[in-house]
């Protein structure tokens, strides 16, 4: 083993602060990086905040961190894919069974014994749990490695690893949305992206939004309109007329009211996350054999795939750049939704630490 220096935090109301961490040396399948790039998810600040203890309870120390994006420095004897110097990614998810009917579909992310990239038990035994981005260095099996498009800037790469395939994977899976409409509720950090790839799928693209001071940010990001989704007469100007609407909102709202803009046959996905259950009335949809349902990320080949779409048509989030010492000041922001739409950790600045 070895030490990388992090960024951890020791308790449920410890600031993130700076520390050493083990990481196991490369076995002959193991690429390891240096790591340039760590966006924040809303799901780092609830980890270390222990708000999902019902259901992934945190281990203390915790380093957050799965939107990864860095150079490789070694790889195992084994390792075919990746050489010294290739960029490279490493999203949500580091291992998993790789027997399973899902991992034998290529849906690792529905793996029931997958090892999340931070706070699942560590099948190396380096430590109690596995450790996140939020770090110089990571070692990861090479078969959960993703090779990193160069032409993008990383900066706005690394938010792709989580948000990207989030919102990409239920655009793709639906199918061609060519000239189809899609909405996408709540331009925040998952929204921002289901705009730009509804966009680059040739979809006619509608924001729904409660902020009207969003309209303009949307419009540049690529939406073809705008509907203020508490303006009633907007709303109704548009009911039965969606065939596909990306749900990114993960504060409680009516669910009801999306439902109604469906056309035959629509479908919302979920890929926010309300804490509270949502009331979904049975008529809205029966009438037009509407769809409800939710998605998380991709499989591996599906999260390359993606990165590889947004090479070729030049798609990264819209970030903003910060020291890895503005962490906590960044946690704050995120509860207020105040960031246009990631942040994204430079790492170089943890060297200074």
Not at 218 to 240: C, F, K, P, W
Not at 261 to 271: A, C, F
Not at 324 to 340: C, F, G, T
Request: hydrophobic residues 40%; contains cysteine.
């Amino acid at each position: 083993m070895y030490k990388a220096k992090a960024y951890s935090a020791a308790s449920a109301t410890s600031p993130l602060a700076s520390t050493q961490i083990p990481r196991r040396d490369t076995t002959e399948r193991d690429v390891q990086i240096e790591i340039l790039y760590c966006g924040i998810c809303h799901s780092d600040l609830h980890s270390v905040r222990d708000e999902w203890s019902s259901i992934m309870p945190t281990v203390y120390p915790i380093v957050p961190g799965h939107e990864i994006v860095g150079r490789v420095t070694k790889v195992g004897s084994a390792v075919t894919k990746f050489q010294p110097g290739d960029l490279a990614g490493v999203g949500c998810l580091v291992d998993s069974d790789h027997t399973c009917p899902n991992c034998r579909d290529g849906l690792e992310q529905l793996c029931p014994n997958q090892t999340l990239t931070f706070n699942s038990p560590d099948k190396h035994n380096t430590a109690p749990v596995t450790y996140g981005g939020y770090s110089e260095s990571i070692v990861v099996d090479e078969r959960f490695v993703l090779h990193v498009p160069a032409n993008l800037q990383l900066a706005g790469v690394a938010p792709l690893l989580c948000a990207g395939i989030t919102t990409y994977s239920p655009i793709r899976r639906w199918g061609d949305i060519t000239g189809k409409k899609v909405g996408v509720v709540g331009l925040g950090g998952l929204g921002h992206m289901g705009v730009k790839f509804a966009k680059a799928f040739g979809a006619h693209v509608v924001v729904f939004t409660t902020s009207p001071g969003k309209k303009e940010d949307a419009l540049r990001l690529g939406a073809d309109e705008v509907i203020v989704s508490r303006n009633t007469d907007e709303m109704q100007a548009h009911a039965g007329t969606f065939d596909f609407i990306l749900d990114a909102v993960s504060a409680d709202h009516d669910i009801n009211a999306y439902l109604n803009m469906l056309g035959r046959d629509g479908n919302i996905t979920l890929v926010g996350a309300p804490e509270k259950p949502l009331e979904v009335s049975a008529f809205a949809l029966l009438f037009g054999r509407r769809s409800l349902s939710g998605s998380i990320i991709g499989g591996i080949a599906e999260t390359q795939e993606m990165l590889d779409f947004c090479g070729e048509h030049n798609i990264s989030a819209d970030v903003e750049v910060i020291p890895i010492q503005k962490v906590n000041e960044a946690y704050e922001r995120l509860v207020k939704s105040d960031v246009k739409y990631r942040f994204s950790i430079d790492m170089a600045t943890l060297k200074a630490e």
